[in-house]
């Protein structure tokens, strides 16, 4: 299968209603041209699972602004005023989910395990209505899986194949997201031939990987 398609190709991979990882934190490393792709083509009833609802004006927070998710699962949106103001008016569902146990649930899925135990949230509002164990006395929580039909990751250098090196602390949650989805689009700062790139650089392998667009260019 050819995995290089163009930009504008994007929107018409992704039906209404699709769960949808993107991957970035705080926008450093989010497919940027990917998301103005989306936002400009107006999806809807996406839920969006993410570490946070990005700015305003960059990452996620564009698509925030055209209310194109019913559901947004994330680490925090308090970098982005719209998002809060849709929870509080009860337009979008948030689910804020810790940031460790966040990754850990998208790389849970990813590794097809039915979830795991977690001390973090005992005590808070983040234990409602989940199972509690108690192992060698101390209280855990289990958390589930978390599954996307979509994933759009960002990366620096990607070859022709879809072999994926990410810059420094734009990999964050790109990797995971990566191995997660049903499929993975990835935008691409740069884009080389098959054995350019060194085995020992490939942070996510080519299988992962099912369509790379050009982009990263901001």
């Known amino acids: 299968m050819k995995k290089i398609i163009k930009m504008e190709q994007v929107a018409s991979l992704i039906p209404d209603g699709s769960t949808v990882m993107v991957g970035g934190f705080m926008a450093n490393g989010s497919p940027e041209g990917i998301i103005d792709v989306l936002a400009e083509a107006g999806l809807k009833n996406l839920t969006l699972i993410c570490n946070d609802a990005g700015f305003p004006d960059r990452g996620v927070g564009k698509m925030v602004a055209k209310k194109q998710f019913k559901k947004i699962i994330a680490s925090h949106i308090g970098l982005n005023p719209e998002a809060g103001r849709q929870m509080n008016e009860k337009e979008t569902e948030i689910d804020l989910v810790p940031q460790g146990t966040l990754a850990e649930r998208i790389r849970t899925g990813a590794f097809g395990l039915g979830g795991f135990y977690t001390p973090?949230?005992?005590?808070?509002?983040?234990?409602?209505?989940?199972?509690k164990k108690v192992i060698n006395g101390?209280?855990?929580?289990l958390e589930l899986p978390l599954y996307a039909d979509i994933a759009l990751i960002f990366a620096d250098t990607v070859d022709e194949n879809g072999n994926l090196r990410y810059k420094g602390s734009e990999n964050n949650f790109n990797n995971l997201m990566a191995m997660?989805?049903?499929v993975t689009i990835v935008e691409a700062r740069n884009i080389v031939p098959v054995g350019e790139l060194d085995p020992n650089d490939v942070n996510t392998p080519h299988n992962f990987v099912n369509y790379i667009v050009k982009g990263g260019n901001r």
């Open 120 to 131: 973090t949230g005992i005590g808070t509002l983040v234990e409602k209505g989940k199972e």
């Open 138 to 141: 101390q209280e855990y929580l």
């Open 180 to 182: 997660n989805a049903k």
